[in-house]
């Protein structure tokens, strides 16, 4: 039986905390001090990545630019695919986008009525095999459609980066990484949960103070 279980829990479904094994593919996050903790040195390169923040505009977006600039120069044969939006709260603003370094002849953006039909696109998109990175924005997503992202990251080897309120920190995720953005006068950044790492927590000045976001 032994043999059986070791192949078990060697599968990627699985998730052990901090006896998950290190050797994950990973992207840089752009941010050093951010590097440091996260396991494999930056972003998972495929999976469900939740950033949870107490008040929008706190510093998600500035999180992630230097992985949206990674993917607008990705070098590779054939066509590059699409930086997917999936109902962002705000229209991204091209040419603050642009002069961050996204090339925004590839950003998509996708409309939906609610977090459902949110939800729905975002798993389609990662599905499509036209897209490299897909964002999204739900106030409010089951434990099922969480699990229906993450199967469909890792099926087609993508990263999928859902941004919530900081309320949904409370309720269980399967994500691969989860963070948590604190506001106010100390803001923080929080991982609160890793594949193959542990809790780890960084003001946001480590992050923003010198990074080239």
């Known amino acids: 039986m032994k043999p059986a279980l070791d192949e078990l829990l060697t599968h990627p479904y699985i998730w052990r905390g901090r006896h998950a094994p290190r050797d994950i593919a990973t992207l840089s996050s752009g941010h050093p001090a951010l590097d440091e903790v996260l396991p494999g040195g930056g972003w998972p390169r495929t999976g469900l990545i939740e950033i949870l923040a107490e008040r929008r505009g706190t510093g ?12 607008s120069h990705k070098e590779g044969t054939g066509d590059r695919g699409w930086i997917a939006w999936i109902r962002p709260p705000y229209v991204p603003y091209a040419p603050a986008l642009a002069e961050a370094g ?74 691969v990484l989860r963070m948590c953005l604190a506001a106010g006068d100390e803001a923080r950044l929080s991982v609160v949960k890793s594949r193959g790492g542990r809790p780890a927590s960084l003001p946001a000045r480590d992050l923003f103070g010198g990074a080239d976001a």
Do not use: K, Y
């Open 60 to 71: 998600e977006l500035r999180l992630i630019v230097p992985l949206l600039r990674h993917f």
């Open 102 to 175: 996204i090339d925004v002849s590839r950003v998509l953006l996708v409309h939906a009525r609610d977090d459902d039909e949110a939800m729905w696109a975002t798993e389609q998109a990662l599905r499509s095999a036209g897209c490299e990175v897909v964002l999204a924005w739900a106030d409010r997503a089951s434990g099922q459609a969480l699990r229906r992202l993450q199967l469909a990251a890792e099926d087609n080897g993508l990263p999928v980066i859902l941004f919530r309120p900081g309320s949904a920190l409370d309720a269980p995720s399967p994500a």
